[in-house]
């Protein structure tokens, strides 16, 4: 007897009528049409299940702060790295863990199980390390939460940072992070990258940088990150979040850097709903919009996530974890109109990211966990249309969230009672 069993689903690959088996909090069996005896039988009624949502590049410490101890007047980059060292001094672990913890409840109710979250370690008391590898172990039931060890106030501007990493290091967090952009001289923003790089290569962990984040199409960092891969043997490991100056850079110098990016298997996090707000502000008009250039780095087979980045923080005032939302944005900003584009923003937020956290058993495939979303739509095409509900969210094959399903009911002259802005394909 199965532990359950989900029955007529859409895939996000296409497939219809399928059927998800249930053993042990992993899937079995995906197949069409299988009919077996379960605890539990879910019938999907040909809506699409997806494995789970997830976010690569997210900021937790500074989550749902918004208006602490003000509102970011400029909308800059700038102006929020200063309103964050404003309010460093004054945060506790336990309202760090708490507003953590209630972002990852939105999470879920997104079917977000999945995050990577930058962690600021340039505060000498570590305060926010400690508090979110608490809330890691916390979520770890229900939410992967990766951390990343992030030098926010610059690796070398900040004297000690290089030694506040490497402490965040042996605490536990997993991946190296960076800023290049925010050192004192593209000099050292190269040398920072070099110093990191060698640092994870050596402990044997990830990279994920901030990286070229400005308009600046000089900024040359994505550059030095591609080319300390390459020498230290981190290719497939290395990822450069942000990448905005590329979307300002000559398109010559770009259609040199692509090519070497993909041969060191750089992967991309594009964060498009904080880079469409931050970027071009000192523009007039024709005003750059700032994302980088995501569809023709999938063109030359990165792989790119497209990333939450903030939720009501310094950065960003608004967010509530739908990656939905982030990859509807990210469609917008890029023109991925074409059917394939729009499938591959799903991937963006999806599969694309799951690869670069390199999470274990994540998929709709026999031997993967039992993760997966239920949505109120019919391909991923809609879901993205649609915002769509969660109608349930599984981990290990136990239901974590259930949301109602979306529907207006009308009355309306000669019209249905009803209506939930499906297309439905027999229509
Ligand atoms: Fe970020």
């Given at each position: 007897?199965?532990?359950l069993?989900?029955?007529h689903?859409?895939l996000?690959?296409g497939?219809?009528?399928?059927?998800?088996?249930?053993?042990?909090?992993?899937?079995?069996?995906?197949?069409a049409?299988?009919?077996?005896?379960?605890?539990q039988?879910?019938?999907a009624?040909?809506l699409?299940?997806?494995p789970p949502?997830?976010d690569a590049?997210f900021?937790?410490?500074?989550?749902?702060?918004?208006g602490l101890?003000?509102?970011?007047q400029?909308?800059?980059?700038?102006?929020?790295?200063?309103?964050?060292?404003?309010?460093?001094?004054d945060?506790?672990q336990e309202?760090?863990?708490?507003?953590?913890?209630?972002?990852?409840?939105?999470?879920?109710?997104?079917g977000?199980?999945?995050?990577?979250?930058?962690v600021d370690?340039c505060?000498p008391?570590?305060?926010?390390?400690?508090?979110l590898l608490e809330?890691?172990h916390?979520?770890?039931?229900?939410?992967?939460?990766?951390?990343?060890?992030?030098?926010?106030?610059?690796?070398?501007?900040?004297?000690l940072?290089?030694d506040k990493?490497k402490r965040?290091?042996d605490?536990?967090?997993?991946?190296?992070?960076?800023?290049?952009h925010?050192?004192?001289t593209m000099?050292?923003?190269?040398l920072?990258?070099k110093?990191?790089?060698?640092?994870?290569?050596e402990?044997?962990?990830?990279?994920d940088?901030h990286?070229d984040?400005?308009?600046d199409?000089?900024?040359?960092h994505?550059e030095?990150?591609?080319y300390?891969t390459?020498?230290?043997?981190?290719?497939g490991?290395?990822t450069?979040?942000?990448?905005t100056?590329?979307?300002?850079?000559?398109n010559?110098?770009?259609?040199?850097l692509?090519p070497?990016?993909?041969?060191?298997q750089?992967?991309v996090?594009?964060?498009?709903?904080?880079?469409?707000?931050?970027q071009?502000?000192?523009?007039?008009y024709?005003k750059?919009?700032?994302?980088?250039?995501?569809?023709?780095m999938?063109?030359?087979g990165?792989?790119?996530?497209?990333?939450?980045d903030?939720?009501m923080?310094?950065?960003?005032?608004l967010?509530s974890g739908?990656?939905l939302?982030v990859?509807?944005?990210?469609?917008h900003?890029?023109q991925?109109?074409?059917?394939?584009?729009?499938r591959?923003?799903?991937?963006a937020?999806?599969?694309?990211?799951?690869?670069?956290?390199?999470l274990d058993?994540?998929?709709?495939?026999?031997?993967?966990?039992a993760?997966?979303?239920?949505?109120q739509?019919?391909d991923p095409?809609?879901?993205?249309r649609l915002?769509?509900?969660r109608?349930?969210?599984?981990?290990?094959?136990?239901l974590?969230a259930?949301t109602?399903?979306?529907?207006?009911s009308l009355?309306?002259?000669g019209?249905?009672?009803?209506?939930?802005?499906?297309?439905r394909?027999?229509?």
């Amino acid at each position: 007897m199965l532990d359950l069993l989900v029955t007529h689903a859409t895939l996000p690959d296409g497939r219809t009528g399928m059927s998800i088996a249930v053993q042990n909090g992993r899937i079995t069996e995906v197949t069409a049409g299988l009919h077996a005896p379960a605890q539990q039988t879910i019938d999907a009624q040909g809506l699409l299940v997806s494995p789970p949502f997830v976010d690569a590049h997210f900021h937790m410490d500074a989550t749902l702060s918004y208006g602490l101890p003000r509102v970011n007047q400029s909308g800059t980059l700038l102006e929020g790295i200063a309103l964050w060292g404003e309010l460093k001094p004054d945060l506790t672990q336990e309202a760090l863990v708490q507003r953590a913890l209630a972002y990852c409840d939105w999470a879920v109710g997104k079917g977000l199980l999945a995050i990577r979250s930058h962690v600021d370690i340039c505060d000498p008391r570590l305060l926010a390390v400690e508090a979110l590898l608490e809330v890691k172990h916390q979520v770890a039931p229900y939410l992967d939460l990766q951390l990343v060890a992030f030098p926010q106030d610059g690796a070398l501007r900040d004297p000690l940072a290089m030694d506040k990493l490497k402490r965040a290091l042996d605490m536990g967090v997993d991946v190296v992070g960076g800023i290049p952009h925010f050192e004192r001289t593209m000099a050292d923003g190269a040398l920072s990258v070099k110093l990191l790089c060698e640092l994870a290569a050596e402990q044997g962990k990830l990279v994920d940088m901030h990286c070229d984040e400005s308009d600046d199409p000089m900024s040359r960092h994505i550059e030095t990150l591609t080319y300390e891969t390459q020498r230290l043997g981190l290719q497939g490991r290395v990822t450069g979040s942000h990448l905005t100056s590329m979307h300002s850079m000559d398109n010559y110098y770009v259609s040199k850097l692509l090519p070497l990016m993909a041969e060191a298997q750089i992967n991309v996090v594009s964060n498009p709903l904080i880079n469409i707000t931050l970027q071009g502000r000192g523009d007039t008009y024709p005003k750059r919009r700032g994302m980088t250039r995501v569809p023709e780095m999938m063109a030359h087979g990165l792989t790119v996530a497209l990333g939450q980045d903030c939720v009501m923080d310094p950065w960003y005032s608004l967010g509530s974890g739908d990656m939905l939302e982030v990859a509807s944005m990210g469609l917008h900003v890029a023109q991925m109109t074409s059917q394939a584009a729009m499938r591959q923003c799903f991937d963006a937020v999806t599969v694309n990211p799951a690869k670069i956290l390199q999470l274990d058993g994540y998929g709709l495939k026999a031997g993967c966990w039992a993760d997966f979303v239920l949505l109120q739509a019919q391909d991923p095409v809609e879901a993205i249309r649609l915002r769509a509900t969660r109608l349930q969210v599984y981990k290990r094959g136990k239901l974590l969230a259930q949301t109602p399903a979306a529907t207006a009911s009308l009355q309306l002259p000669g019209r249905p009672a009803q209506t939930d802005w499906l297309l439905r394909k027999a229509e």
